[in-house]
């Protein structure tokens, strides 16, 4: 296996300095690493994967140095934008180091949503005209492949790609420094919110253990499952999926369980629901802090006020959950409200093991 801290000196020995992405499963010990040894400068975890490759555009444009991007390889639907309008050799010739986290390799057993975008990752790659090096726990010489990587891309003046396979790393245990603490978990949470459903509610869950533990949970109260939707992939999409629905079913309550990493990363959208006059759309943010599902990489969302942000995108209600002792009287009562409304449970990291 490959040491997060060797990988990163190579980079760095190769003048590749500046590192932005979303946290994936197949990268979390490298994330976890330059999380705890980057400054402010020369770490952004991004909000999309999209906002990422402009990053790293705007940090060749300043220094004239590389980037890399780092990403699962379902973010390139998010990344397609920039690298083909902007970074590509027919406009701007932005060259920078991609790094793909290979979910769903054929041959390698995964999840659907994953299967599907690893059998295609490298025609994807392919069709945007990205060289790339398959890297995996048996390369030996991985300086020589760094430095592979950044010669082509300054020589082609285009982005060039390291594809990850499961297991190139080996492990690292980032430092969580000053987690607030709030009493409980995202499954507690939702184990409350499940109390407060009635049997005709539509409940639109976001990617990762949300869905896992929403499945679970309902699972084992004996409820109806079939007007569950578990958005298994298509990270940050949930709400609008939810609206999508709540739209076309104004007699039903909609309620999207939300994730704080999720929400962050289409933002936009907020000004769309917030604006309706859907009084049955309920929207519900499990805030972290922290991109759980893939090794509880920070957000900034204990940094900035989710409720406030609803309010302005005219959201007709907008509170905070931030203890399991008041959380009973204060879900019974924001489901008591008229929509669009949006509750913030602001809760701890971590989840079970299985």
Known sequence: ??????????????????????????????????????????????????????????????????????????????????????????????????????????????????????????????????????????????????????????ANSRPFALLIRKGTFSGYSPEHKNVPKFGWRREEAIQAIMTQLNDDDIVISTTGKASRELYELRKGAGHDISRDFLTVGGMGHASQIAFGIASQHHDLRVICLDGDGAALMHLGSWTIQGSSSLSNYYHIILNNGAHDSVGGQPTVAHQISFTKIASHCGYKTANTIDSPDNAANSLNEFFSLKGPALLECKIDRGSRSD
């Open 1 to 154: 296996m490959i040491s997060p801290k060797t990988f990163h000196q190579e980079l760095y020995r190769n003048k590749v300095r500046f590192f932005s992405g979303v946290p994936d499963s197949l990268l979390k010990p490298f994330c976890a690493y330059i999380e705890d040894v980057g400054g402010p400068s020369d770490h952004v975890i991004a909000a999309n994967e999209g906002a990422a490759i402009s990053l790293a555009i705007g940090h060749h444009i300043a220094t004239g140095a590389l980037g890399l991007v780092y990403m699962q390889n379902s973010g390139l639907g998010n990344a397609i934008n920039p690298l083909v309008s902007l970074a590509d050799p027919e406009i701007y010739g932005i060259p920078m180091i991609l790094m793909i986290g290979w979910r769903g390799e054929p041959g390698i057993q995964d999840e659907p949503q994953h299967i599907k975008q690893g059998a295609i990752t490298e025609n994807l790659l392919h069709t945007l005209g990205i060289d790339y090096l398959i890297v995996d726990h048996s390369t030996q010489a991985i300086a020589d492949v760094i430095e592979q990587a950044v010669t082509a891309a300054k």
